[in-house]
């Protein structure tokens, strides 16, 4: 399967190495390669990871404190990775009140 990272996730990676790379380049290096081949795995074993929180979702820890959101999408053989989010977060994100 292909895997593709949503904008969001996209983003949400940015985040975190920029965040690390702060206070040590070579930690956010290693933890971007990290992420990199737990999504390369799941483009072998798409359903490596667990049923996710949000229905229609699988996670998977590629470190103790980060969680990868998925969603495997079997007709077009896509994995999409939709979110990258610390595991201290509220996941999923709270709805507001509108």
């Not at 940015?14 to 040590?24: C, G, S």
């Not at 074993?45 to 229609?56: A, D, E, M």
């Amino acid at each position: 399967m292909k895997v593709r990272w949503t904008l969001a996730a996209t983003q949400d990676r940015a985040e975190i190495v920029e965040y690390i790379a702060a206070d040590n380049p070579l930690a956010a290096l290693k933890i971007d390669a990290l992420f990199s081949e737990a999504a390369a795995r799941l483009g072998d074993f798409p359903r490596l990871g667990s049923p996710g929180k949000i229905p229609g979702t699988r996670e998977l820890i590629p470190h103790d404190n980060y969680r990868l959101v998925y969603e495997i999408d079997d007709a077009e053989l896509t994995v999409w990775v939709m979110a990258l989010v610390h595991t201290a977060r509220q996941w999923p994100p709270a709805k507001r009140d509108l």
